[in-house]
């Protein structure tokens, strides 16, 4: 594998073998690209310098840095190597389609509606822990998240109330046109919709701001 | 076979001590990782793939990452080991050296360089021997692995524990044979609903204090 078929970084940051301070590692984050990769992988300051001594290191921690050197800062990439990127782009579809199958199997095999929410959204986790939790955050819609656990709490409970009128009582499945098992499929669907949605937008908003500054209200 | 047990045990109790006495929190956060992967395999020969499921992607992967997330957050330790700007004042008085010294101030120092272990705490050691005493006495009372043959035998006899009413009427009630689905969907379907609203309080509240109102 050489260097050109890493696309992840680009031509000139690898050229120089250092970052440019004044390129913006996000611009085509902001561009409406829908493909996860091209964030530039930039290296922190501190990754450039050669080992230096404990005396050096702890003189460059006692001098307060400069503040327009911190807003030229780009934000801190979590993972720079390409090895865990290309895995985790090839792994990804895989992971979605073995938590599809753990929800809509779990009648008759193990597995079931909060295993399959749970590893469907560990594969966005895998994303956000390959490419950065600030990227993940922008590439992901979080009206969608939101309404992931919206429409599954809307449909579990809707389908729990409507017990009462199509059935005798209270999440009485037996009433409906499908089959219980189809009822208890499609009420599967809605609890892996509210895990999913939870968990990932759990992690995400809360790791909104690892390596740079949250923008959501003051710091905690 | 009883050897893989024997070693998943051993490296579960070890793993547990590690977690408890070693101030090295993010060796700690991956040890409870390995620790919780190690009680997913035991799961599997406990014949319960659906806890196991469940213990691995749960306890194993989102757990860890939001470790590691709160660690980040708090103390400015990323998961790659290097520190950000604010050094607290301790290691910059003494710089990172390999273990061995001991920190003076009580204060948990993250990340690499604290070596060494926590004293241990010997009212809380009673305390967790008090509780492990009845715990493994009720271990004792419980029925072998996948007797089947016994519930069924049980369940003819009237004795109608809770679970030989599961396992043998699942397959006629609702017309699929995973007992577990249909306890969490058809028989308890009330106690997930109750699950499922408190997960979505919880992801509302997460919303409400980190004050996202431009998501919605």
Redesign the interface.
Known sequence: MTDDDIDDVPSDVEADGGQDADEEPFADASSGDEEIHGYASET?D??EKPDLG??D??ED??VK?DLEE?ADDPP?V??QSPVVKTAARMLTPFVVVFGIY?TLF??????????GG??M??AI?LIA?SFG?EPTRQWLD??A??GL??L??GL??GI?FSGIVVGDA??D?EGYPL???DM?KL??VA?AA??S???V???I???S???DE?D??ES? | MIWLELGLIGFVILAALYVAFARDVVGTIVTFAGLTLAIAVIWVLLAA??VA??EA??GA??TS??FL??L??TTGI???G??D?T?SAA??AN???DGGDVVTDSTETAGDGSGGFHPLNFPAALLVAALAIPLGYTFLSLDPIGETAAVATEYASGDTTPYAFYLENTLE??????A???V???YR??D??GE??V??A??VS??IV???E???
């Open positions: 922190p501190d990754a404990a005396q290191a702890a921690a006692t840095p911190i801190t979590v993972t753990l779990g009648t008759s095999l193990p597995g079931g509606a909060f295993q749970v590893v959204a560990s986790v822990l939790f979080g009206r998240l939101a656990f919206v599954g709490a579990f409970g729990a209270m999440l499945l089959s219980v098992e208890v009420v599967e609890i509210l895990v949605g939870v968990i937008g759990a992690v908003w809360l790791a701001g690892v390596g949250p959501g209200g905690l | 793939p659906d499921l469940i992607a749960v992967g989102v990452v939001l997330i709160a980040k957050r990323s998961a790659s290097d520190d700007e050094v290691e910059t710089p990172t050296t009630d609702t017309g699929f044979p995973n577990v689905v249909a969490l969907v058809v379907g009330l997930t609903l499922l609203i997960a979505f919880a992801a997460i919303l980190l004050k996202r431009d998501i919605l």
